[in-house]
């Protein structure tokens, strides 16, 4: 599965998926990948990857760096910035999108299959 995170800087992407993380009963350090490109979290039977494409100013560093490898059916991830990775990820139908608004920020969800595309929102 891949999940999709957007949004400008300081929106909540990091945190999300440390709440994600936490829910599944993570309890160590969770850090943002903005350095380390990816982060690996084991989760049962899962391969837990959360990746952060910040850094990529061209989507041909996704093939330079092996990324596609991560990306197996047994493996879910979730990936802040994707825009800079181009069309490089596979089967991406979900996507989490955090808005900042002057109050508080907003997060949208939209998952999405071939035969239909559900939208949530809701407000952290």
Request: hydrophobic share 30%.
């Amino acid at each position: 599965m891949v999940v999709t995170l957007q949004g400008e800087l300081g929106t909540g992407k990091t945190t999300f998926v440390r709440g994600l993380l936490r829910a599944r009963g993570i309890r160590g350090a969770v850090k943002s990948p903005t350095y380390t490109l990816v982060e690996h979290y084991p989760i049962s039977s899962l391969y837990f990857f959360h990746f952060d494409f910040y850094r990529f100013t061209n989507p041909n560093e996704w093939d330079s760096a092996g990324m596609s490898d991560y990306f197996r059916d047994d493996a879910v991830c979730l990936v802040e910035w994707p825009e800079r990775v181009g069309d490089r990820l596979p089967n991406c139908r979900n996507r989490i999108s955090h808005y900042r608004c002057p109050t508080r920020t907003k997060t949208r969800v939209a998952t999405s299959s071939p035969s239909r595309i559900r939208r949530t929102a809701s407000d952290a």
